[in-house]
């Protein structure tokens, strides 16, 4: 790569990402090029934002017409693609209000603000919000208090008060958690930055009755699980329960920033004028952007098609020697390779061999490919995983 760009972005980028050594120029469908003119298959697609692909000609046009037409005017007027975006995400989830932003972070904040006010309603003093271990919710305080992983680093201290967590997948830790002072319970249908972890249908079943006893609110952060990774629009839909509150981000700009909080009939009620704000939410641009990416995504043959590839992908995947388990559901999918592999270096080499995708943790590689990925890019895909997995000799018996 151009080692002017490499020694620039160390000089004067702050260093809180560790890159690879590409630079990418062009994306195109599921294709990557670099400056050099190398072509790669995206399975990581931008983490799960790239989902209708590099540069889809209607997110483009969207983009590109409204562009010319207006940017900015803030919130404080009306815009017509806002107010159709809005009326699009309710009508096609919780049914209530939406607040928009401009990431998937601020999403939760927002959600964040509507538990602690609805507690305050019900009288609560001390209002806490609880979350699994291994949840990710963002990098801002509330967000990050929310992320027990994160929340743990000394460098930060203090969090905010009033979050609380348990251990993943333990319903009846759960339960024993939510009490009278329980705000909400904030979590992820499937944690995906922890490495595609799906919770059980009796978690999310016993979240749903223990909020209700207590009358705490559930909030899914959908903001990676959301917009047809898993083949339907919303994870929710095919799980056991809905939430009350639910966040989006990532995908939903098909790669403009814009970020949403949607709650129901009630939740959507909580914040009124004044409570909240954010100076580019839903500009035109990525409004338009966003509701193209809902034309493309919201579609029958469009949501089958990413469970038949998906579930294609995952029974290819589980069938090689060094994978020793494989997680996920629709195009939302985690690979345990077997012991003693890295999949840190795993995913070096795949880099190298020309699949781009990465290793949340050390014994798993997560694939989150756009839904435009053809079967041919698809097999192209599975083989460079072979090849890269080929010179391991796993030691652990399935
Ligand atoms: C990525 C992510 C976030 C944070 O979104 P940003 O747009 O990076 O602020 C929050 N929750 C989940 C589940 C995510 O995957």
Known sequence: MNEAVRADEARYVMQTYKRAGVEFVRGEGALLFDDEGREYVDFLGGISVASVGHCHPKVVEAIRSQSAELLHVSNLFYTAPMVELAKRLSETSLGGKVFFCNSGTEANECAIKIARKHARS??????EIVSFEGDFHGRSYGSLSATPGLAANPDFAPMLPGFRSVPFDDASALREAIGPDTAAVLIEPIQGEAGVFPLSDETLLAARQACDESGALLIFDEVQTGIGRTGSLWAYEQGPVRPDVMTTAKA?????????????????????????????????????AALAVLDLVDDPAM?????????????????LDQVAEVRGRGMMIGVRLAEGIDAGAV???????????????????RFLPPFVLTDEQAEQALSLIAEALAGYHPVESK
Do not use: W, Y
Request: charged share 20%.
């Open 122 to 127: 019900r009288g609560v003093e001390k209002p």
């Open 252 to 288: 939903l700009g098909g790669g403009t920033a814009i970020g949403a909080c949607i709650g129901n009939r009630q939740t959507g009620e909580v914040l009124t004028a004044g409570d909240h704000g954010s100076t580019f939410a839903a500009g035109p641009v990525a409004s338009g």
């Open 303 to 319: 949501l089958r098609r990413i469970r038949s590839l998906g579930d294609r992908l995952m029974e290819s995947l589980s069938g």
């Open 347 to 365: 995913n070096a080499n795949l880099l190298e061999r020309g699949l781009v995708a990465n290793a949340p943790r050390p014994d798993s590689l």
